[in-house]
């Protein structure tokens, strides 16, 4: 039997809701489609309602046409946020899906000094293998696949809080995070970092800054920061 056309949209969950950290910000969503033999047959960037950027009204994708099949889906949010080009290039020239094991994906670099601040636009992916399209009926041509896209970046939020019954108490200036790792991987990859990269690990200091007024409470207060998941 011959392959048809498809029609399939793409609904990317809860996104662009966060207005106090941005945490589930997307600016633009990605898609690429496999065949079983590897071959990249579609890769584009979606659009919802004629715009790359999805909305928390409008997260459901415009259809793209694929041929009746079984394929990998990958899709890869906020590449724009990436500041070194070759990532972007490199995933305009995916060709095959072997190219995903290229370092320019398996070794992004986290920058401790921007990325443990970053927030919004943190890089995000969702890899789904094996989905079959099968051709629908006239009154339900669009197949519509609901994607989770996972960050790259994991929030860590460290509270302190007063001794109680202390009164001589050190004030904190600064946090040091040791064993944080050097790279990361999008898509994200199915094994630990140990296993890939046993010893790339750094540190660094967050300051902090404390009022006379919060070392009176309980909760003295709170530092967030992210790092790579994946």
């Known amino acids: 039997m ?5 029609y399939l949209s793409t609904r ?16 633009e969503v990605r898609v690429m489609a496999f065949q079983s033999d590897g071959a990249c047959v579609k890769n584009e960037l979606l659009t919802f309602n004629g715009n790359n950027k999805p909305t928390a009204e409008q997260n459901k994708s415009d259809q793209i046409m694929l041929l009746s099949g079984t394929y990998d889906f990958l899709f890869i949010a ?8 070759s990532f972007k290039e ?5 060709r095959h899906i072997v190219q995903l094991e290229d370092e320019v994906f398996t070794k992004l670099v986290y920058k401790p000094t921007i990325d443990s601040e970053q927030g919004k636009g943190i ?3 969702a890899f789904y293998p094996d989905v079959l399209l099968k051709e629908k009926g006239e009154n339900e041509s669009v197949i519509t696949k609901d994607v989770e896209l996972l960050r790259a970046f994991a929030k860590i939020e460290i509270q302190f809080h007063n001794k109680v019954g202390e009164e001589n108490f050190k004030k904190i200036t600064k946090v040091t995070f040791h064993n944080v790792p050097k790279h990361y ?4 990859a199915n094994q630990d970092y140990l296993s890939i ?12 800054t404390f009022t006379e007024e919060d070392y009176k409470k309980e909760t003295i207060g709170s530092v967030v920061f992210y790092v790579p998941e994946f």
């Open 185 to 188: 991987t999008v898509p994200a």
């Open 78 to 85: 906020n590449e724009n946020s990436y500041s070194d080009e």
């Open 123 to 125: 890089l995000m992916s």
């Open 12 to 27: 990317v969950g809860t996104v662009n809701q966060d207005n106090v950290a941005s945490e589930d910000y997307v600016s």
């Open 90 to 94: 490199a995933l305009l020239n995916i």
């Open 2 to 6: 011959p392959a048809e056309k498809v």
């Open 197 to 208: 990269h046993p010893d790339k690990f750094t540190s660094f200091e967050k300051a902090i």
